[in-house]
């Protein structure tokens, strides 16, 4: 026979953890809702990739093709 009491500490425990659980789930939301909105307002997926502020010759159009990566010679 188990014995089945649950002290008064307890439900205050649970109380605090749903709440802090609650904030947790929160912050989560809020971090991924700015990223989308980040991501979205970028639109395009190479501004996205140049966002990291390092110069890299890939993304830089060629002057006589006319393309990002310079493979049309």
């Known amino acids: 026979m188990a014995?089945?009491?649950?002290?008064?500490i307890h439900t205050r425990r649970k109380g605090r953890n749903l709440?802090?659980?609650a904030i947790l789930v929160g912050f989560i939301a809020i971090v991924f809702g700015l990223t989308v909105v980040k991501v979205i307002q970028l639109?395009?997926?190479?501004?996205?990739e140049r966002f990291d502020h390092v110069a890299r010759p890939q993304l830089v159009p060629d002057a006589e093709t006319g393309t990002e990566d310079g493979a049309g010679e």
């Open 19 to 21: 709440g802090v659980g």
């Open 43 to 48: 639109g395009d997926a190479g501004k996205f």
């Open 3 to 8: 014995i089945k009491v649950e002290h008064e």
